[in-house]
């Protein structure tokens, strides 16, 4: 069984800054692409940012361009989310997510962090 942990959630004042951690509970297992993903207050989640391990190719939600960055860490199965310029409209739960090779859903999940970002 693999554990997704997420860390670096928290209250921040719009136009702040936070940076999400994940690490998984396991480094023997190959992941495909880890990626992050928000569920708002009342709403169904969404997807933020993902990256490809192999070739680190990123994408994310129109949403978050040019505000939050997604990225690899140095240990195996960690990544990061920076988000800068945040909005309250960023206020959510985010979720890391993982999913191995060839795989066309995210097998793997976090418990989620709370972001909570004040006007």
């Known amino acids: 069984q693999v554990q997704l942990v997420e860390s670096g959630g928290g209250l921040v004042q719009a136009g702040g800054s936070l940076r999400l951690s994940c690490a998984a509970s396991?480094?023997?297992?190959?992941?495909?692409?880890m990626g992050w993903f928000r569920q708002p207050p009342g709403k169904e989640r969404e997807f933020v940012a993902a990256?490809?391990?192999?070739?680190?190719?990123?994408s994310y939600a129109d949403s978050v361009k040019g505000r939050f960055t997604i990225s690899k860490g140095n240990a195996k199965n960690t990544v990061y989310l920076q988000m800068n310029n945040l909005h309250p409209e960023d206020t959510a739960v985010y979720y890391c997510?993982?999913?191995?090779?060839?795989?066309?859903?995210?097998?793997?999940w976090g418990q989620g962090t709370q972001v909570t970002v004040s006007s």
């Open positions: 396991r480094r023997t297992i190959t992941f495909g692409t």
């Open positions: 997510a993982a999913k191995v090779p060839d795989s066309p859903l995210y097998n793997y």
């Open positions: 990256i490809s391990w192999r070739t680190t190719i990123t």
